[in-house]
T-cell receptor, first 109, second 115 residues
């Protein structure tokens, strides 16, 4: 089976930094993804980690520790448009991509 | 280049009715999948396909059928709709899983209500 845990909600202030954690226990591991989903819209891809370490992409960074079953998404210089849900997903061996329940981030001015 | 196209966008059914949610992609993606999204539950995988003629079950397959007769199309069938199937459905596709990151491209979603 699989279990992917994320906090349900987070709040932060414009210009700040926020870290969204994701822990997972899956029957296999073949990569971890982060997606962003604005209310009423489809998810869009943010980042991908398959090896341990940090991947940086502009204001967004994602970290993975396979031995700990742990990842985080770091958002810097928060903007109002970053208010959205952030979905952690694990690709299991066998190609299935399983999502966590998502973290709803609200950014306040 | 339309990406992933889902139809219909909205549908209301009565319990026991059948219907098909259509999904088509024009990106020559091998991998296609269906998810449902309910409040507090996140995206849950219903069925997926790694290529034409191949389908497999996801986390919540009961009550749904799929087929993959062509690379482009991956319809999702509800044979006898139930109120528990009220949800937003997303179709998503990507290149071959073997190609590495295998980033999913999602359709716009189909909102289904079963009365």
């Amino acid at each position: 089976g699989q279990n992917i845990d994320q906090p349900t909600e987070m709040t932060a202030t414009e210009g700040a930094i926020v870290q969204i954690n994701c822990t997972y226990q899956t029957s296999g591991f073949n990569g971890l993804f982060w997606y962003q989903q604005h209310a009423g819209e489809a998810p869009t891809f943010l980042s991908y980690n398959v090896l341990d370490g940090l991947e940086e992409k502009g204001r967004f960074s994602s970290f993975l520790s396979r031995s700990k079953g742990y990842s985080y998404l770091l958002l810097k210089e928060l903007q109002m448009k970053d208010s959205a849900s952030y979905l952690c997903a694990v690709r299991e061996v066998g190609d299935k991509l399983i999502f966590g329940t998502g973290t709803r981030l609200q950014v306040f001015p | 280049n339309a990406g992933v196209t889902q139809t219909p966008k909205f549908q209301v059914l009565k319990t026991g009715q059948s219907m098909t949610l259509q999904c088509a992609q024009d990106m020559n993606h091998e991998y296609m999948s269906w998810y449902r999204q309910d409040p507090g539950m996140g995206l849950r995988l219903i069925h997926y396909s790694v290529g034409a003629g191949i389908t497999d079950q996801g986390e919540v397959p009961n009550g749904y059928n799929v087929s993959r007769s062509t690379t482009e199309d991956f319809p999702l069938r509800l044979l006898s709709a139930a109120p528990s199937q009220t949800s937003v459905y997303f179709c998503a596709s990507s290149y071959s899983v073997a190609s590495g990151a295998n980033v999913l491209t999602f359709g716009a979603g189909s909102r289904l209500t079963v009365l």
